[in-house]
């Protein structure tokens, strides 16, 4: 299988001015309280480290790592935990801060996990709301861009561990080697 950059989607200005504008909703939302970003690794680091500077607030930053088991459990939206959050949420204002949000089964369960450590509120900021059926239900509260159902790369997201550095946003376009026929096993 071979993979080259598409299209781009979202240029780097174009995001820049998008989280800029995110930080000052955010801003405005949680005046006078501090606010935990709580970023999913690895995809949302580049996302999250931006939008902190964006954030006119006291903020503090903390990470979770999961990974899905695969196919078959992507189903269930069973979810494994890499890495767990450092500090206690308890109390507190979380915000989850999001690459993409996909089939919405992964933010699902972390969305869960967080409310059941006891935090004053947790909303959701996601930098990609990508268009398709969702497989579990999501509230977005700070979204950056709509984008129609198309595999991306850039800006933290990564087709196997690449690209993640891209200013922008592209699409991927993967072309077989043999031709676009089925893949061998
Ligand atoms: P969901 O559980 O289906 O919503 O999947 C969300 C996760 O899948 C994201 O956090 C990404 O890590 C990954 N993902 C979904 N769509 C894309 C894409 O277009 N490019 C790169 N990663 C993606
Ligand atoms: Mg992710």
Not at 14 to 35: M, S
Not at 36 to 42: C, I, S
Request: proline fraction near 4%; hydrophobic fraction near 40%.
């Amino acid at each position: 299988m071979q993979a080259e950059l598409g299209e781009t989607i979202i240029e780097a200005e174009t995001i820049q001015r998008r989280v800029r504008e995110l930080g000052e909703a955010i801003t405005r939302d949680y005046q006078g309280r501090e606010v935990v970003l709580v970023g999913v690794l690895k995809g949302a680091a580049m996302f999250l480290v931006d939008l902190a500077r964006a954030i006119e607030l006291p903020v503090t930053m903390d990470f979770m790592a999961v990974s899905s088991y695969g196919k078959s459990t992507e189903t269930s939206g069973i979810v494994r935990i890499l890495k767990d959050l450092e500090e206690s949420i308890e109390g507190r204002d979380v915000l989850v801060v999001e690459d993409i949000v996909d089939s919405g089964l992964t933010l699902r369960y972390i969305l869960d996990y967080l409310l059941a450590r006891g935090p004053a509120s947790v909303r959701v900021c996601a930098l990609l709301d990508k268009q398709v059926p969702r497989r579990a239900t999501v509230p977005i509260d700070y979204t950056g861009f709509v984008i129609p159902n198309r595999f991306v790369v850039g800006y933290g997201l990564d087709y196997a561990e690449l690209y993640r550095n891209l200013p922008y946003v592209a699409e991927l376009q993967v072309s077989h080697e043999n031709g676009g026929g089925p893949e061998p096993l």
